[in-house]
């Protein structure tokens, strides 16, 4: 297993270019399954999720090209596609129950493997599964697989406890091809939904309230492939504007939509931070230590859980205390054991931590424990002394596409070395 070795103490300064979101291509890939033919996305992240779903469809019989240097991926969907997606691959990437919705709504029937639990909480499919009840399946829990049938799916209203995003998204592809018209209510607000809902719109689907919490559909009986640009991903885009902030640095975010990423932009201009606008994108500059400032994530609009672990590194060496509130995901803060390994001064008390900023971090060996705490750690890394190690950076490799790359390109000492070879046993 790989690892990064970073030497604190460069200046991140330059441009960098954001691509697609992971966490819009997946489902947008997923969404395909709705109608046989050729759909066509670019603007798709060289990531190795991309590569976990697009083998999960070739397990349903599609067709998958992925072509890199284009960042494009074409996908094949067969008039009648498999409808198993086995444990190997939910273990593997537990976004694979997006298929859920689709297949049951285009197949009549679904068999996804149950995700366990991982690094992140407890994450449950309790409004996944209520949803599709309500719209007229039967849910089955048989040998480690979640068995969802109906002929045909029948509009319903639904409301969401949380707005999930991942329920907002398998109940949103149910009901595209449901029998009559559906309300999901107490939805998920999240760019990626409302890329999800244009894409959807664009295949023939009738939907109403993108980006609001009220998402009206009206089913239609069938819908046509397409081609589709994924949606910036914003919390790529968050990663390099903290780390602008964090090492005093100038970097212009290229590719990126400020407008959502308007509070954690709001945020950093509170540590002190000059924010600017740029055609395509935004620009962060940093000249002086950055002041503290507490942070509570939401769901969209609110602060992006997926940003929490890269602000409280930032928050570790800032000036004065902040507190931190996690309010999506309970196993959130497992990462910041790894973090206190480097010399940061965190007490953490249920979903909130309190972070007494230092003037600096001191380099030591720690482990990514899912993507955005390994992007954590990398940023961590760049302002302590010496060299920190971050190892299984298999999980950082997940959601960025080359973070080695453009991290050097902005003069940060970062590279990948590959890990021990451990011996058998
Ligand atoms: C997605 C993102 C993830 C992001 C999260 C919140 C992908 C691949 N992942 O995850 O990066 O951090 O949104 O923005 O897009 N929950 C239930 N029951 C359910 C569904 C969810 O209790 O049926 C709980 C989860 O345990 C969690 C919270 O709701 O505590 C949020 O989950 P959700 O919004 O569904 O996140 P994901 O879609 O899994």
Redesign the pocket.
Known sequence: MDRFRVVGGARLVGDVSVVGA???V??LMAAALLTSGTTVLTNVPRII?VSIMAEVLRRLDCAVDIDDAAGTVRIDVPAMPRHETDYDMVRR???SI?VLGPLVARCGQARVALPGGDN???????????GLARMGATIDSEHGYLVARADRLRGATVW??????????NLLMAAVLADGSSVIDNA?R?P?IVDLCQFLGQMGAKIDGAGSSTLEIQGVSELTPTRHTTVPDR?VAGTFAIAAVLTRGDIVVRGARAEHLELPLDKLAQTGAEIELVPDGFRVRMTRRPRSVDVVTL??PGF???LQPQVIALAAISDGAAMVTEN???GRFRFINELIRLGADIRTDGHHAVIRGRTGLSGAPVQATD??AGAGLVLAGLVADGATEVHDVFHIDR?YEDLVGQLCSLGADVRREPGPILPPG
């Open positions: 992971k966490n819009s997946l489902k999720d990437m537990r976004a997006a992140i909480g407890s994450r449950g499919l309790d409004m996944h599964i209520a969401l406890d949380f707005p999930s995003v991942g329920a907002t998204e998920a999240e990626e919390i769901p969209y992006p859980t997926d999506v995901f309970e993507v955005r959601g």
